[in-house]
């Protein structure tokens, strides 16, 4: 009955409005929300072995490096420079064998023949992310040893050696799953070990193994050379790709770039949906406020009607009570309308787009945007029932 | 309940001069229940006085207590909480819902306060005259069916006093003797009291005391 009296007559073009402004600002606010944690969520395969923000700084190979007045190394006052710049969080030389290693099928695993001459380095294990259920942990107990090889590698077996040699090519799943033999051989002498492919990567172009692995076989096979590094893992903080540019003409580095450009691009993409986001902020606020002024309205034209019932017993809790009910009921659809739009926009648009691309993103979790939805109705309720309560209540004392 | 002035003179009436046995501007006492008339020609302030007695009007000076307790003091929840168990009230303009049926105003009432049944309220409905009246807007029934309207609702609620602002004004003797007697049977079935006023007639009923202005 309340209802009846108080909503009288209360659809107007304030009401349309606030309720298309609501459901597309909200809807863009999610929309957007999901897309930048999908875009966020996104890692290339670099991303996931060495974490974020790491890069592999070398030095250019030039004329004069070739004629030997000009070294590739890092010297320690190279090192002390690259730490003491506030943008790099870690530094760490690559530590390298002082040992030959090759690297052969093992017999029984399924892979072709071959041979293939490597050099063998590592980096701290702090650089490593191995997530999956290898242990990059290396004891001299253990069955195999973890690396990571080259991509170059499995470009050279696929479109070079397997090839040539008529064996057919292998994919990079196949050869993670099989297990492979490591000779390391020096004057001292020769050892074979099983090693097991954890991954490959474009950032580095040796074979990287647990650095324990590295030191026990440096001491016991190594020739006694003291090796300066010639490449540094660095790990920088978010969004410095100006100081890393600086520093690239400052050391004449080369890097390797692929990995910044995928931070870059999603930063770009995360700016650009940020903006989107933002406008739809600005859309919910202002639809937000169409509605504190409909139920502004509502009161007015039921002005009478309050104070009437105010003076004939009826509470203030029940009023506004009544009010913000029924708010929550067009609320709770214009919130449910704009999750399901922002699902079907993800799924049947963004998502189809990207497959049809062939963009693959791992799918981040739809809850935090239904959270965000869940915050602005909210929002929404709160703003309205502190408005019709102070309404409400200087009605009641006029 | 008891109602107490001391000394209480509307804003408005202030320039006006006030007889020594007049409620302004003087002290008195009433201990309900009892039935008091308030007589006084137009223009003198009985509208006043019912709207300051129920709290919808602040401009005055003085002091008024309702059982003791400074009505000035009074929250809006207090107010609002006395209007629905202690205090009603049939207003001068009736302040009824135009856009509800007879039937629906009357609900609202006692669906607050469950006072009576359904029976019981169309059997005064019917008392009054207007029982096939009761599916009707109230904006379309005339003023009289629509002041026995209001004259039901004040009494769906269980009141120690009821105040009545010339609630007969449109109706004819016979429909205002049969409204005050049920009126009275009401007020006694609640052991409370009324305060009725009244532009120069006695509507033929035996009141307690009379009050002037």
């Known amino acids: 009955m309340l209802k009846k009296i108080l909503f009288r007559n209360n659809t107007n073009f304030q009401f349309i409005f606030a309720t298309i402004g609501s459901i597309i600002g909200l809807s863009a606010l999610l929309l957007s929300f999901q897309l930048i944690m999908d875009v966020q969520s996104f890692h290339s395969s670099e991303e996931e072995l060495f974490g974020p923000n790491t890069v592999v700084i070398q030095k250019k190979v030039t004329k004069l490096t070739t004629v030997g007045m000009n070294s590739t190394e890092f010297t320690p006052e190279d090192i002390q420079a690259l730490r003491d710049k506030d943008f790099i969080t870690d530094v760490a030389p690559f530590k390298s064998a002082d040992f030959g290693v090759q690297i052969r099928e093992l017999p029984g695993e399924g892979i072709p023949s071959f041979v293939f001459d490597g050099f063998l380095q590592s980096v701290p294990n702090r650089f490593m992310d191995i997530e999956k259920d290898i242990d990059w942990n290396w004891s001299e107990n253990k069955d195999f040893v973890p690396v990571v090889l080259p991509k170059d590698f499995l470009m050279m077996i696929n479109y070079g050696f397997a090839q040539s040699a008529g064996i057919p090519q292998l994919s990079a799943e196949m050869l993670m799953a099989a297990r492979l033999k490591l000779v390391v051989h020096s004057s001292k002498g020769r050892e074979e070990h099983v090693i097991r492919i954890v991954s490959f990567s474009n950032k580095i172009s040796s074979i990287l193994a647990p650095e324990a692995f590295l030191e026990a076989t440096n001491a016991k096979l190594g020739e006694g050379n003291i090796i300066n590094p010639n490449r540094v893992f660095i790990k920088t903080i978010d969004d410095s790709y100006g100081e890393l540019e600086d520093l690239m003409e400052e050391m004449n580095l080369d890097i390797a770039k692929s990995a910044i450009d995928v931070a870059k691009v999603k930063t770009f993409i995360a700016v650009v949906i940020g903006i989107f986001g933002i406008a739809a902020i600005l859309i919910v606020l202002l639809s937000l406020m169409g509605f504190v002024q409909y139920s502004q309205l509502v009161i007015n034209k039921a002005s009478y009607e309050i104070k009437t019932l105010l003076r004939i017993g009826y509470s203030i809790k029940s009023i506004v009570k009544t009010f913000v009910n029924q708010l929550s009921l067009i609320f709770g659809i214009i919130t449910i309308i704009s999750i399901v739009i922002m699902l079907c926009v993800k799924f049947f648009i963004v998502n189809t787009w990207l497959d049809e691309n062939g963009i693959q993103l791992v799918e981040s979790s739809i809850f935090p945007a239904i959270f965000i939805a869940l915050g602005t109705f909210g929002l929404f309720i709160i703003s309205n029932f502190l408005n019709i309560k102070r309404t409400v209540l200087n009605l009641g004392k006029e | ?213």
């Open chain 2, 1 to 213: 309940m008891q109602i107490e002035f001391k000394h209480v003179l509307p804003r408005p009436l202030e320039e006006y001069p006030h007889d020594e046995k007049s409620v302004w501007k003087n002290d008195f006492q009433l201990d309900f229940p009892k039935k008091v008339l308030l007589n006084a020609s137009s223009g003198k302030g009985k509208s006043t006085f019912v709207n300051t007695l129920y709290g919808l009007r602040k401009d005055y000076s003085g002091d008024i207590f309702i059982d003791g307790k400074n009505i000035a003091q009074l929250s809006l929840n207090e107010w609002i909480s006395l209007r629905k168990d202690k205090l009603s009230v049939v207003f001068q303009d009736l302040q009824l819902f135009p856009k509800l049926t007879a039937w629906e105003n009357l609900t609202l009432k006692n669906d607050l306060c469950q006072h009576k049944t359904d029976d019981e309220i169309q059997e005064m409905l019917n008392l009054l005259g207007i029982g096939e009246k009761r599916d009707q807007l109230c904006g379309t029934l005339s003023l009289g069916q629509q002041q026995r309207i209001a004259i039901i609702r004040s009494l769906l609620q269980p009141f120690e006093l009821l105040l009545m602002d010339e609630p007969f004004s449109h109706l004819d003797e016979g429909n205002t003797a049969i409204a005050l007697k049920l009126i009275a049977q009401e007020t006694d079935k609640n052991k409370g009291g009324f305060i009725l006023t009244t532009l120069g007639s006695h509507h033929d009923f035996v009141y307690d005391q009379e009050l002037t202005l």
